[in-house]
């Protein structure tokens, strides 16, 4: 009876200890799974990268953004190629010759110069098709942090086309003849772009239309310089208007740097 009881104190005594080595033991199983599932998780969105729509521009900036962008949407067809189509038409109507602000027309650089004052003239330095990146990528480092593909994924993508109004051959375009009959903000001819030329390409390519999509990233690129409060409270129209601050701050950093 004594030394059943000294075997079951002995037992006792190492079973702790057993399982301390089972619970380690299933420590090691999970973090092999997390590194299978992890290795695995890695390959498909590679392959996803590498089957998605070729870019038909050469730039290593809007490239690496579009790839950035699509697998912040998870590779959905509609949010990619409305955002390689924006990419292309961004180089087709040479955005690069054209300056990010317009500084003669004031109902177009009243939110810059609250912004930032005087000091707002200085970023026509900055080509459009800069400030188009710029403020594309801060929007997609947001909707990074945000997590939320169906929140995020429209107010990223109003980044990428909040400024083309701007664009002279697209204005051109656009409003032909009517071009000097009235200033039209660049709010105004982002929309009617958004509308006009990027819904039917996108219908082309799909033979169908998207309209809700298009609908709503056309409300919000024709409202991201709101007058009104309640616009400005609207949570995707102000994701376009921080990133485009944000992209703003930046630009103007570096140009103070530079003439230093």
């Not at 998870?74 to 990619?80: G, I, K, L, R």
Request: hydrophobic letters at 40%; proline letters at 2%; glycine letters at 4%.
């Amino acid at each position: 009876m004594k030394d059943s009881q000294n075997s079951n104190d002995k037992l006792n005594e190492l079973s702790p200890i057993k399982s301390m080595g089972q619970l380690l033991a299933s420590f090691l199983v999970a973090e092999c799974i997390i590194e299978i599932r992890g290795e695995r998780e890695t390959k498909i969105k590679k392959m996803a990268i590498d089957s998605l729509p070729k870019l038909q521009i050469k730039d290593s900036r809007a490239e690496a953004l579009y790839k950035r962008y699509a697998q912040a949407v998870n590779f959905t067809p509609t949010f990619v190629y409305l955002c390689k189509i924006g990419l292309e038409d961004m180089k087709r109507y040479n955005f690069k010759k054209d300056p990010s602000v317009v500084t003669s027309v004031s109902n177009d650089t009243s939110h810059l110069q609250e912004a930032f004052g005087s000091t707002y003239a200085a970023l026509a330095n900055i080509d459009l098709e800069e400030h188009t990146l710029n403020v594309f990528e801060n929007g997609i480092a947001a909707g990074e942090k945000k997590g939320r593909i169906m929140q995020t994924a429209l107010p990223m993508l109003a980044c990428l086309f909040h400024d083309f109004g701007k664009s002279s051959e697209l204005r051109n375009e656009l409003l032909g003849e009517n071009i000097g009959r009235g200033y039209r903000a660049h709010a105004e001819v982002s929309e009617i772009y958004i509308r006009e030329i990027l819904a039917a390409k996108y219908h082309t390519k799909f033979e169908e239309q998207s309209i809700e999509t298009i609908e709503k990233l056309a409300n919000i690129v024709k409202n991201h310089h709101p007058a009104n409060k309640k616009l400005r409270s609207d949570t995707m129209i102000a994701f376009v208007i921080n990133s485009d601050i944000m992209a703003r701050k930046e630009e103007i950093r570096l140009l103070k740097q530079k003439m230093k």
